[in-house]
């Protein structure tokens, strides 16, 4: 079923009776469809229900992300959270818990702006992936894709950037078989999407020497001092293309590790990338660090892990540190550790550069040119590692 799009527009709900309305740009959208029925047996979950659980995902996520638009909400309009068709709400704890979101969220956007990020238009659309029933519980995984548009991008700037984020969301029936929302949970290792709250998963990395290399942290105050790039040993361009060719598919020679609890796919994403524009293997036992290689049968830690990436990267000589993020270039990598307990937590490549501000490029959420100052804006408090490759 082919989810609603909201660019950019205003949306509010309001409640007519039992029944909720609603209301997109002034025009009354009613409800056609009933998801639940007056039973005391264990109800069932059939097309038309969950039509209607992808409907309700598609509004909440789209309201999150029209959180972050210039215009998109206002202290007028009435929360999703109040209610949304018929036999299908958002119970009271997640009203609660939406509302305080959509809150952040506004926050958030202050934040942003006050970096030089502003978006003016967003689109989202929601599908539904699968749908699992255990008597009158439900989950369903929903992957959100959504692109936002810059307000006002200068010269060769990005137009645009996207994400694409897997969630799961629970719902519960009553005795009457009428269905409420009632929890959800980002479902990616990284949990990077810029329109959640969550905190990425820590990483914690393998054991290892003594004397693996300690990376040195990189400010991230606008206009540091240029430190451009010298060398060509690398295909740079070629990193790029890659990484932006693969940024929302996976490319089947290389295993997939974004799955729950397979560890998050970001570092393995850029070692392709790297790979891509030139990086040769450096082949040997899978848990020395020393060594760099990956393939559709074997990864190396150093091809696949965070922190086992850095020391790989550091004791080759094949990257050295920048001391401030905004120094990167494309081809570059961006490593963050979120809890600032010394282990990173996040890989990510640059693959654009405007206006001295860098746009990564990543998975797990799989990410295109979502630019630095968006992730300072929205993390300041994480420790950033910039490799200048």
Same mark, same amino acid.
């Given at each position: 079923?082919?989810?609603?799009?909201?660019?950019?527009?205003?949306?509010?709900?309001?409640?007519?009776?039992?029944?909720?309305?609603?209301?997109v740009?002034?025009?009354?959208?009613?409800?056609?469809?009933?998801?639940?029925?007056?039973?005391?047996?264990?109800?069932?979950?059939?097309?038309?229900?969950?039509?209607t659980?992808? @409907?309700?995902?598609? $509004?909440?996520? #789209?309201?999150?992300? =029209? !959180?972050?638009?210039?215009? &998109? /909400? %206002?202290?007028?309009?009435?929360?999703?959270?109040?209610?949304?068709?018929?036999?299908?709400?958002?119970?009271?704890?997640?009203?609660?818990?939406?509302?305080?979101?959509?809150?952040?969220?506004?926050?958030?956007?202050?934040?942003?702006?006050?970096?030089?990020? @502003?978006?003016?238009? $967003?689109?989202? #659309?929601?599908?539904? =992936? !699968?749908?699992?029933?255990? &008597? /009158? %519980?439900?989950?369903?995984?929903?992957?959100?894709?959504?692109?936002?548009?810059?307000?006002?991008?200068?010269?060769?700037?990005?137009?645009?950037?996207?994400?694409?984020?897997?969630?799961?969301?629970?719902?519960?029936?009553?005795?009457?078989?009428?269905?409420?929302?009632?929890?959800?949970?980002?479902?990616?290792?990284?949990?990077? !999407?810029?329109?959640?709250?969550? /905190?990425?998963?820590?990483?914690?990395?393998?054991?290892?020497?003594?004397?693996?290399?300690?990376?040195?942290?990189?400010?991230?105050?606008?206009?540091?001092?240029?430190?451009?790039?010298?060398?060509?040993?690398?295909?740079?361009?070629?990193?790029?293309?890659?990484?932006?060719?693969?940024?929302?598919?996976?490319?089947?020679?290389?295993?997939?590790?974004?799955?729950?609890?397979?560890?998050?796919?970001?570092?393995?994403?850029?070692?392709?990338?790297?790979?891509?524009?030139?990086?040769?293997?450096?082949?040997?036992?899978?848990?020395?660090?020393?060594?760099?290689?990956?393939?559709?049968?074997?990864?190396?830690?150093?091809?696949?892990?965070?922190?086992?990436?850095s020391?790989?990267?550091?004791?080759?000589?094949?990257t050295?540190?920048?001391?401030n993020?905004?120094q990167?270039?494309?081809?570059?990598?961006?490593?963050m550790?979120?809890?600032?307990?010394?282990?990173?937590?996040?890989?990510?490549?640059?693959?654009?550069?405007?206006?001295?501000?860098?746009?990564?490029?990543y998975?797990?959420?799989?990410?295109?040119?979502?630019?630095?100052?968006?992730?300072?804006?929205?993390?300041?408090?994480?420790?950033?590692?910039?490799?200048?490759?």
């Amino acid at each position: 079923m082919k989810s609603r799009k909201l660019s950019g527009t205003r949306r509010r709900v309001t409640i007519l009776g039992a029944a909720a309305t609603s209301v997109v740009a002034g025009v009354a959208l009613l409800p056609n469809w009933s998801a639940g029925a007056a039973v005391s047996d264990d109800p069932t979950v059939d097309a038309q229900t969950r039509a209607t659980f992808q @409907r309700l995902a598609d $509004a909440v996520f #789209t309201d999150r992300t =029209n !959180a972050l638009v210039d215009g &998109g /909400r %206002t202290g007028a309009d009435k929360p999703l959270a109040d209610g949304f068709s018929g036999d299908v709400t958002l119970s009271s704890g997640t009203a609660r818990t939406e509302d305080a979101t959509l809150s952040a969220l506004e926050r958030r956007k202050e934040k942003l702006a006050k970096a030089g990020e @502003r978006y003016g238009r $967003a689109g989202t #659309t929601v599908t539904l =992936n !699968a749908t699992r029933v255990t &008597g /009158r %519980t439900a989950t369903a995984e929903v992957t959100e894709t959504t692109t936002l548009t810059y307000a006002r991008p200068r010269g060769d700037a990005p137009k645009t950037t996207a994400f694409q984020a897997r969630h799961e969301l629970t719902f519960k029936a009553d005795r009457q078989g009428d269905w409420q929302l009632t929890g959800i949970r980002d479902a990616d290792q990284d949990g990077l !999407a810029v329109n959640t709250l969550s /905190r990425p998963a820590p990483v914690k990395a393998t054991a290892a020497d003594n004397d693996t290399p300690n990376a040195p942290r990189a400010a991230i105050t606008r206009n540091p001092a240029a430190d451009p790039k010298t060398g060509t040993t690398y295909d740079y361009k070629a990193m790029a293309a890659y990484a932006e060719k693969y940024w929302n598919v996976y490319n089947k020679d290389y295993p997939d590790f974004s799955g729950h609890g397979a560890g998050g796919d970001c570092t393995n994403f850029v070692s392709q990338s790297l790979k891509a524009g030139g990086w040769k293997h450096a082949p040997g036992y899978v848990y020395d660090y020393t060594k760099w290689f990956g393939n559709a049968d074997i990864q190396s830690d150093s091809f696949v892990g965070v922190n086992e990436w850095s020391w790989f990267a550091q004791n080759s000589k094949r990257t050295k540190p920048l001391a401030n993020v905004f120094q990167l270039e494309v081809g570059d990598v961006l490593q963050m550790d979120f809890d600032r307990d010394g282990s990173k937590d996040h890989t990510m490549i640059v693959t654009y550069r405007s206006g001295g501000v860098p746009y990564v490029t990543y998975h797990s959420n799989n990410t295109l040119r979502r630019s630095v100052a968006s992730l300072v804006a929205s993390y300041p408090n994480a420790y950033y590692y910039a490799y200048r490759t």
